[in-house]
T-cell receptor, first 112, second 111 residues
Framework: DADVTQTPRNRITKTGKRIMLECSQTKGHDRMYWYRQDPGLGLRLIYY???????NKGEISDGYSVSRQAQAKFSLSLESAIPNQTALYFC???????????FGEGSRLTVL | QKEVEQNSGPLSVPEGAIASLNCTYS??????FFWYRQYSGKSPELIMFIYSNGDKEDGRFTAQLNKASQYVSLLIRDSQPSDSATYLC???????????FGKGTKLTVNP
């Protein structure tokens, strides 16, 4: 099983719908991140959480919210999806000793 | 804004050749440097990390770091078609525990 699991892997939705992307990890790490990837724009940080009670905005948090339900679970919500939120979303968790990021498989979201 | 710059490519090399991927960064105090490989539609996977000036070799891959010039490079020897992917450079700026990613260089290895 993957160390970082994301659901759903693919989702097509309509403008205005609420969407939740879920992430769980078995690495035992305290930190979890959500990234968005668009062609030509690289990986951009949406939100990051250093522990259950410490949640911070990244560089592109507008239109998104998150919830850290437990150390192992971090979900990303789009309250009212819009077409320019169509992207590939990654959850990741860092190893605090090495700095290496462990990524989930990604969630491809299409907003029509 | 702490930045990481990479040539977007595409970089095309013949099979068996050396592929050279370059990355520059703006924060002189950066301490940790990473190269990730990402196949289309897949998640990034770590190839190498380097912390100290000089070269670090792992199989066909060599990472090179020059902190004075603020660049880090990745050499892939004996390139194979399976190396065709986008390579992401990532840096830990000083005072931050979050990686900053470059936009990636797309590499194509032609059989």
């Amino acid at each position: 099983d993957a160390d970082v699991t994301q659901t759903p892997r693919n989702r097509i939705t309509k403008t205005g719908k609420r969407i939740m992307l879920e992430c769980s990890q078995t690495k035992g790490h305290d930190r979890m991140y959500w990234y968005r990837q668009d062609p030509g724009l690289g990986l951009r940080l949406i939100y990051y959480s250093f522990d259950v009670k410490d949640i911070n905005k990244g560089e592109i948090s507008d239109g998104y919210s998150v919830s850290r339900q437990a150390q192992a679970k971090f979900s990303l919500s789009l309250e009212s999806a819009i077409p320019n939120q169509t992207a590939l979303y990654f959850c990741a968790t860092p190893d605090r000793n090495t700095g290496e990021l462990f990524f989930g498989e990604g969630s491809r979201l299409t907003v029509l | 804004q702490k930045e990481v710059e990479q040539n977007s490519g595409p970089l095309s090399v013949p099979e068996g050749a050396i592929a050279s991927l370059n990355c520059t960064y703006s924060d002189r105090g950066s301490q940790s440097f990473f190269w990730y490989r990402q196949y289309s539609g897949k998640s990034p996977e770590l190839i190498m990390f380097i912390y100290s000036n000089g070269d670090k070799e792992d199989g066909r891959f060599t990472a090179q770091l020059n902190k004075a010039s603020q660049y880090v490079s990745l050499l892939i020897r004996d390139s194979q078609p399976s190396d065709s992917a986008t390579y992401l450079c990532a840096v830990n700026p000083s005072g931050s525990e979050k990686l900053v990613f470059g936009k990636g260089t797309k590499l194509t290895v032609n059989p």
